[in-house]
């Protein structure tokens, strides 16, 4: 589980060290992130790129403040030189953790902190003198910490060098969830989350997670969050305390075009509806997943929609260990699958938009093909792949990614195209002891 990262400043330059502290079961786990900030910043030494330069490519979902929301939202640009650094904004969460890196190199993690410019490239970071096999060097940049986010204010370069626009990958997929797709608990939270992982996993592939913990399918409270993804997916903001102080009762709803469309779209959403804690009837959580359906194939009306089935964590039986109220509305939400490939729905498709509330009949002039389809995770995770706080750990993460991309591969025919840049951060366990 990932603190929030206590800054240290260990040396007197202008890049010096910051030490976070990970708690690993419990243990501290001591990692030493670079202190990126400068202490002085000289805007005459650099060319400067706006915020809404057409050479940055923002990742996930942004508002129009190029404020950060959901789970891992990142930026991404080509650039020319040995110098990346980026201005954020006042609306920056002081302290958040990021991850970036150059090309296909390992994340480099740092704390970020408002209103400041950080120093992320410069000729002494690993990797930036190496002039291929990807070329132009590539930056990327995605927020660790699902609860937090950043404000894009400017990106420079060194004068006289520039940034270039990279062309997106070919494929794209979104994942809307709950706490479990947001990487809650795992290391380092949103970037080793299942539903980071199995974006990123895929290679060559656009990936943005919607999923934010606590929050349920149905519209109501659950956990202190005043809305279900039956509303807030069709915004901008996800349902955190820091979207009410930026937006109050007014965010934005997200434009959909601002992208294009998912060619798959990943649910997995129900355990805090299922909790006896938020008091949602099975027939107020399979209202509202139909309607997240209905609302993902209005928007991407040629999506592919994978409907997960719930994991509710384990308990010890006697001289073993069984699954949680195993059930887990596995019938409804299979039948509600079943609807939405019947002849009844593909001859006349309903809609749903989350921001009117409204629901519309399509008029087809042939009847459509199914869309929706059914992954069940029985057997993936056993009793301790899931935490204390019933989350998936790193492992057990790697395993629901893991399997949904073999499911994806053989289903949809997308080859796994990931072929050796680092998805999980210190994931490297190795054992050179030969003999006990």
Not at 207 to 236: E, K, L, M
Request: hydrophobic share 35%; charged share 15%.
């Amino acid at each position: 589980m990932l603190s929030l990262s206590k800054l240290a400043v260990l040396g007197l330059g202008l890049i010096s060290q910051a030490s976070a502290v990970i708690l690993q079961n419990g243990q501290v786990r001591e990692t030493n992130f670079p202190n990126t900030r400068l202490d002085s910043f000289s805007p005459s030494s650099y060319r400067t790129y706006p915020a809404n330069a057409s050479e940055i490519s923002y990742k996930g979902r942004w508002d129009s403040k190029y404020v950060s929301w959901w789970s891992a939202p990142g930026i991404k640009f080509g650039y020319t030189g040995q110098t990346v650094a980026i201005t954020f904004g006042n609306l920056t969460t002081d302290r958040v953790l990021v991850g970036y890196r150059i090309g296909g190199l390992d994340w480099i993690f740092t704390n970020i902190t408002a209103g400041a410019t950080h120093l992320l490239v410069s000729p002494e970071t690993p990797g930036s003198s190496l002039t291929g096999p990807i070329n132009p060097w590539t930056f990327e940049l995605r927020v660790s910490n699902w609860a937090y986010g950043i404000q894009i204010d400017s990106v420079h370069v060194a004068k006289g060098e520039k940034l270039i626009k990279i062309p997106d990958h070919g494929r794209r997929i979104e994942v809307i969830g709950d706490s479990l797709s947001a990487g809650m608990y795992t290391t380092y939270e949103g970037l080793t989350s299942w539903a980071y992982g199995l974006g990123a996993g895929l290679g060559n592939t656009e990936y943005s997670v919607t999923g934010y913990p606590g929050i349920c399918a149905a519209d109501q409270d659950c956990w202190g969050n005043p809305r279900g993804q039956v509303h807030q997916w069709f915004y901008t903001s996800d349902t955190s305390w820091r979207a009410s102080q930026i937006w109050g009762d007014n965010p934005e709803p997200w434009n959909f075009s601002k992208q294009p469309a998912a060619d798959i779209v990943v649910i997995n959403i129900g355990t805090n509806d299922h909790n006896q804690h938020n008091n949602v009837s099975t027939e107020a959580y399979i209202d509202a997943l139909g309607k997240i359906i209905q609302g993902v194939h209005g928007k991407w009306p040629k999506a592919q929609v994978i409907v997960m089935s719930l994991w509710l964590g384990f308990y010890q039986q006697g001289n073993t260990y069984l699954p949680n109220a195993p059930e887990g509305w596995v019938k409804e939400i299979q039948d509600l699958v079943k609807y939405f490939n019947s002849d009844k729905y593909l001859s006349q498709p309903v809609i749903y938009d989350g921001v009117t509330k409204k629901s519309t009949k399509l008029r087809v002039k042939r009847k459509e093909s199914p869309f929706v389809h059914w992954f069940n995770t029985k057997g993936i995770l056993q009793h301790n792949d899931i935490g204390p706080q019933w989350h998936p750990t790193d492992v057990g993460a790697i395993k629901v990614a893991s399997h949904l991309q073999q499911f994806i591969r053989i289903k949809f025919g997308w080859e796994l195209e990931a072929t050796g840049p680092e998805v999980w951060h210190e994931t490297l366990y190795w054992n050179d002891e030969s003999g006990y």
